[in-house]
Structure formats: C-alpha cells, structure tokens
Antibody, heavy 114, light 110 residues
Framework: EVELVESGGGVVQPGGSLRLSCAASGFTFDDYTMFWVRQGPGKGLEWVSSISWDGDRIHYADSVKGRFTVSRDNSKNSLYLQMSSLRTEDTAFYYC???????WGQGTLVTGSS | NFMLTQPHSVSESPGKTVTISCTGSSGSISRSYVQWYQQRPGSAPTTLIYEDWRRPSEVPDRFSGSIDSSSNSASLTISGLKTEDEADYYCQSYDGSNWVFGGGTKLTVL
C-alpha cells in the first residue's frame, strides 16, 4: 500500500525558513517523479514543485521560484521542500504526491504569522 | 498560460447522475492527460480518474471520466449519487511540465 507521510510544518515568521519532509513507502520510490501541492485556507489546490526520479528535472511554480528548493534522497525514500523567505501567503497545507497514478499524503500545515 | 475552468458548484439528489465539466483555456484539452481528484471536507485529496478516464482499482465504477475535443472539455460523471460523494472535485492537467488545476467544484448531494 502506498503511503506518504509529510512532516516539518509549523508556525514561522515572515522571512523565515522551514524544511518539509515526505517519507514514502509501499512503492519503488526512485521509479517516480514526485510533487508538492499546497492549499491555502479556503482555497483550491496549487501545484508548487516537481522533481524527476533522478532529481535531474526540477520545476517550480512562479509563486515560489527562487524561494523554495525541492530535493529527494532515494536511499531514504524521502522527498523534501526547503522553504525560505516565507510570506504570509505561503500559509497552506502542503501535500506531497507520487507520480504515475497520483497518490497523496495527508499534508502538513505551514502557517506564516508574526 | 493554460487554465482550466470548472463550475463553482453543482447539486443533485441521491441516486441521480451529475457531470462536472473542466474546460481548457486554449489549445486542445486532448494534448495532455486530465486527472480528477476528490477532496472531502477536512481531508487530503484522493485520485478518482487519471489519464483522462482510467480509474485506480479502489475507485468504484460510479465515477467515470471523458474528453470532448469539440468543446475542449473534460468531464467527470458520477452516477448513483450518494451523500458521501458530497465533496470538492478538482480537474488537473499540464502546461508543459507544470501542473494546472481547475478552481474546483463543490458538489452538494441533497
């Protein structure tokens, strides 16, 4: 059974940094592109970033480009999102998702607040 | 930029059939696969349809997806509506390598 477990969310001041993690199990992690998607309070889904199976192809939404960095460690079956220069509008649930047939984690909440 | 437009809300009675549309802003909706996700209140999204019409094994066949090139639209059809189908539904496709989501449709089953 595919399982994706996000962690690392919390309250952070504007301008601060946070690192999200996603632990994957139940599938061959290094076979798949992985994604981060977020959802602000009362809003729809917004794609944040994607990373290919080998980490060679990385893409970001314009809203986070230059501030967020996605990475993966295939030896640990883990996906990461390093978030810096956080803004209040980055407040959202952050979900990791597996490529192919898309499976979703339960999400971790990031709150930007002073 | 490529955009996907969904109706803000739809409603239908239990046991009936409802169709949710997802219209592409430009080009052909057929150029990239469309996925459909369900999100119940307070929960993470789950995948109902991938690659236009395929269903994960755990999704009941009451849910079906289709593409209509003439209207540049994708559709999600839910038959035999149940109260548990009350949720937000999102379509998703691609703009190059980037994911694009529709704004979401709130389904009310009453």
């Amino acid at each position: 059974e595919v399982e994706l477990v996000e962690s690392g969310g919390g309250v952070v001041q504007p301008g601060g940094s946070l690192r999200l993690s996603c632990a994957a199990s139940g599938f061959t992690f290094d076979d798949y592109t992985m994604f981060w998607v977020r959802q602000g309070p009362g809003k729809g889904l917004e794609w944040v970033s994607s990373i290919s199976w080998d980490g060679d192809r990385i893409h970001y939404a314009d809203s986070v480009k230059g501030r967020f960095t996605v990475s993966r460690d295939n030896s640990k079956n883990s996906l990461y999102l390093q978030m810096s220069s956080l803004r209040t509008e980055d407040t959202a649930f952050y979900y990791c998702a597996k490529g192919g047939i898309i499976y979703w984690g339960q999400g971790t909440l990031v709150t930007g607040s002073s | 930029n490529f955009m996907l437009t969904q109706p803000h809300s739809v409603s239908e009675s239990p046991g009936k059939t409802v169709t949710i549309s997802c219209t592409g802003s430009s080009g052909s909706i057929s150029r990239s696969y469309v996925q459909w996700y369900q999100q119940r209140p307070g929960s993470a999204p789950t995948t109902l349809i991938y690659e236009d019409w395929r269903r994960p094994s755990e999704v009941p066949d009451r849910f079906s997806g289709s593409i209509d090139s003439s209207s540049n639209s994708a559709s999600l059809t839910i038959s035999g509506l149940k109260t548990e189908d009350e949720a937000d539904y999102y379509c998703q496709s691609y703009d190059g390598s980037n994911w694009v989501f529709g704004g979401g449709t709130k389904l009310t089953v009453l």
